[in-house]
């Protein structure tokens, strides 16, 4: 597509439930990434994939978030068991390798109430 | 771990020029970002400075790099109404790194 998608752009969720965001990335580009912005806590990394394959986990804050990527395409990012803490905007980015600068999406905003 | 820092808020008149500031930590930056923000919406790619240039100019926009302060600085011409925005500067580090770290933001008000 023109421009990384994600969706839904909105989500309120109730405590304890689970949720799933999706990353549909620019057309070709084999590296994605989440991030997720909270207020007054700036943007933090999250995960890094290259193709299908995740080799950097390490900014994913609990056992209750995984993600994975299919097709080298597609993302998917769950959280289980959702806290009010986990509420922030997920941005999703992509590039044409690791090394070239990433193009965000609009973000999904998540609500924990 | 690395770190970018930012302040928080500058407010200029329309028409003046805007000078975002940002200082970085990892000396071993390749790539030095900034991007947009408008409420609402994910973050825009405005321009970037590879780590061996000190200046790059872009339209209204003009990237400062002084590698020996780690001082970054973004200079908006003629700031318009539309300007108005949260800046992030963010940097990429040495051969092999992927993940880009962020300043907090500069909330841009542009005062018509």
């Known amino acids: 597509g023109a421009g990384v998608s994600q969706s839904p752009s909105n989500k309120v969720t109730e405590k304890g439930k689970d949720v799933e965001l999706r990353c549909d990335p620019i057309s070709g580009h084999t590296a994605l990434y989440w991030y997720r912005q909270s207020l007054g806590q700036g943007l933090e990394f999250l995960i890094y994939?290259?193709?299908?394959?995740?080799?950097?986990k390490s900014g994913l804050p609990s056992d209750r978030f995984s993600a994975e990527r299919t097709g080298g395409s597609v993302s998917t990012l769950t959280i289980q068991r959702t806290q009010q803490e986990d509420s922030a905007v997920y941005l999703c980015?992509?590039?044409?390798?690791?090394?070239?600068?990433?193009?965000f999406g609009q973000g999904t905003r998540l609500t924990v109430v | 771990g690395e770190d970018v820092e930012q302040s928080l808020f500058l407010s200029v008149r329309e028409g003046d020029s805007s000078v975002i500031n940002c200082t970085y930590t990892d000396s071993s930056s390749t790539y030095l970002y900034w991007y947009k923000q408008e409420p609402g919406a994910g973050l825009q790619l405005l321009t970037y400075i590879f780590s061996n240039m000190d200046m790059k100019q872009d339209q209204r926009l003009t990237v400062l790099l002084n590698k020996k302060d780690k001082h970054l600085s973004l200079r908006i011409a003629d700031t318009q109404t539309g300007d108005s925005a949260i800046y992030f500067c963010?940097?990429?580090?040495?051969?092999?790194?992927?993940?880009?770290?962020f300043g907090k933001g500069t909330k841009l008000s542009v005062i018509p």
């Open positions: 994939f290259q193709g299908n394959s995740a080799p950097d």
């Open positions: 980015a992509s590039s044409l390798a690791m090394n070239t600068e990433a193009f």
């Open positions: 963010a940097e990429k580090g040495g051969a092999g790194s992927y993940q880009l770290t």
